[in-house]
């Protein structure tokens, strides 16, 4: 782990050492700190907030201000990683000029280092402008949540010869536009192996096997805090979840019980 400040050109060096690259999703300072310090190297403010902290069924109706808002404060908790705001779902579908706007908004007023936005060769023109303007941009191909409706469901994608074929397009036209790296969602490995090695940028993986040059998780999930979800490419590493039933628990016995506060949490004067 290197402890300078990671930066696009950092991470297309890490690929080309064949050195991975850790990324996680983050929402707020306290988590920011924590991650910053044990060394991951990209926190992405993804829209998932919606669902994980405000409990929606889907990524849809998270606003710029809200990304805006927590990308701020993740900001203001990182000092080594790379932070890169989310834009959320119609921030910059309807036209390049919007996208340049929103996604200037989101650089300006936050102090992250990229945006991420979702598509392939849909997207390949506004990812051109957005380059053009200076804004660093993360692609998302795959299943990519925003399209969750038109795509039927959260299943995985590309199985077939020719939703396979179009992926390998999609992520060969966000490199040709200038993304910095791309995030590959829910696809077979063998597919995103393919994809990892044809790319000359990094690929961050979710749910899309081991030889991407990084991989991404959900934090929540990561730390088993969310246990609301399971997927089969999630692997827990802690079980948080049970860990604040627990502590609450017991808080609310002592409470109860008349054993806290105790004299050692209390003032004589
Ligand atoms: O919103 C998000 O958390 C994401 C990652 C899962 C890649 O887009």
Redesign the pocket.
């Known amino acids: 782990m290197s402890t300078s400040n990671v930066t696009t050109r950092g991470l297309l060096e890490m690929k080309q050492k064949g050195e991975r690259i850790v990324a996680l ?1 983050c929402y707020d300072a306290l988590f920011a700190r924590l991650l910053d310090g044990a060394g991951v190297d990209i926190l ?1 403010v ?4 919606n669902q994980v902290l405000a409990g929606s069924s889907s ?1 849809l109706s998270a606003t710029l201000d809200q990304m805006i808002y927590h990308t701020t404060m993740v900001r203001r908790g990182s000092e080594r990683a790379m932070v890169i705001c ?1 834009m959320p779902f119609l921030s910059y579908q309807v036209t390049p000029e919007d996208a340049v706007r929103n996604c200037g908004r989101a650089m300006k007023e936050t102090g992250c280092q990229a945006v ?1 936005i ?1 598509g392939g060769q849909s997207m390949a023109a506004t990812v051109r402008r957005l380059v053009e303007a200076g804004i660093p941009v993360m692609g ?1 191909i795959g299943l990519t ?1 925003q399209s969750v409706h038109a795509l039927g469901g959260y299943r995985v994608q590309g199985r077939e010869a020719e939703t396979a074929e179009r992926l390998r397009a999609d992520a060969a036209a966000l490199e040709a536009a200038g993304a910095f790296a791309v ?1 590959l ?1 829910l696809i077979p490995a063998p597919l995103a192996s393919q994809i990892t090695t044809a790319l000359t940028i990094p690929t ?1 993986g ?1 749910g899309a096997g081991p030889a991407c040059d990084g991989q ?3 934090l929540h999930d990561m730390l088993g805090l969310n246990d609301q979800f399971s997927a089969k490419f999630v692997k827990q590493y802690a079980a948080l979840a049970e860990d604040v039933r627990e502590a609450t628990r017991l808080f609310s016995a002592e409470v109860r019980e008349g054993r806290y506060p105790g004299p050692e949490h209390s003032f004589g004067k």
């Open positions: 999703t992405l993804g829209d998932s907030l990524t989310d991420k979702e998302h949540p995030v969602e961050i979710i991404v998780l959900v």
